[in-house]
């Protein structure tokens, strides 16, 4: 099995400190709430790039032992892409949005996407209506720390869940989501 992060391996003893840490948090979080993996929503980014839509298992062809080899052609990834950021949680997709070509994804921008995801929440997930009822886990970018979106956080009380940083390995949308949703998308960009 291949990684589809790069996960540093010489980790300092801060970083790894900060993991165990955060494995603790997590675990007392979720024993004080019996309800906390099915209460967490997951955020997160990736560029999802213009590709042929024809996979190379797509493309399999049943041959002899005695057909010719074919030939290998490598694919370049395309400079045309689009960025999608996508909420999720136990039950599915809740908000997804793609960012405008042009787009910088900054503090203001991902508050407006936040308050579109709280309005999305209200109407479909009444369930996390109530202050307090859902964690959000998005990764340290530059954007998820800004004052503003911190702001809004509390004051929806909404618990945003702490992330150690060098810690691709702990986002779930890379292992599962992404690659489906990557998947679902190629060649309709």
């Given at each position: 099995m291949v990684a589809s992060q790069f996960v540093p391996h010489a980790l300092s003893d801060d970083q790894i400190y900060e993991r165990v840490?955060?494995?603790?948090?997590?675990?007392?979080?979720?024993?004080?709430?019996?309800?906390?993996?099915?209460?967490?929503?997951?955020?997160?980014?990736?560029?999802?790039?213009?590709?042929?839509?024809?996979?190379?298992?797509?493309?399999?062809?049943?041959?002899?032992?005695?057909?010719?080899?074919?030939?290998?052609v490598h694919l370049q990834k395309p400079k045309v892409k689009t960025m999608v950021a996508c909420f999720y949680d136990s039950k599915g997709i809740i908000h997804h949005e793609f960012v405008p070509e042009g787009q910088n994804v900054t503090g203001s921008f991902y508050l407006s996407v936040l308050e579109r995801l709280w309005k999305r929440i209200r109407s479909v997930w009444p369930?996390?209506?109530?202050?307090?009822?859902?964690?959000?886990?998005?990764?340290?970018?530059?954007?998820?720390?800004?004052?503003?979106?911190?702001?809004?956080?509390?004051?929806?009380?909404?618990?945003?869940?702490?992330?150690?940083?060098?810690?691709?390995?702990?986002?779930?949308?890379?292992y599962f989501l992404f690659p489906k949703l990557k998947l679902a998308l190629k060649g309709r960009l």
């Open positions: 840490q955060y494995a603790k948090d997590i675990i007392k979080t979720a024993s004080r709430n019996t309800n906390f993996l099915n209460s967490t929503v997951a955020e997160d980014e990736t560029w999802c790039f213009r590709y042929d839509p024809i996979t190379k298992c797509q493309s399999a062809e049943w041959k002899s032992p005695t057909s010719p080899k074919g030939k290998k369930e996390y209506s109530a202050p307090g009822s859902w964690f959000l886990l998005h990764d340290n970018a530059t954007f998820h720390r800004a004052v503003a979106v911190q702001e809004f956080l509390a004051q929806k009380q909404v618990c945003a869940l702490h992330h150690p940083p060098y810690s691709p390995d702990l986002s779930p949308c890379d």
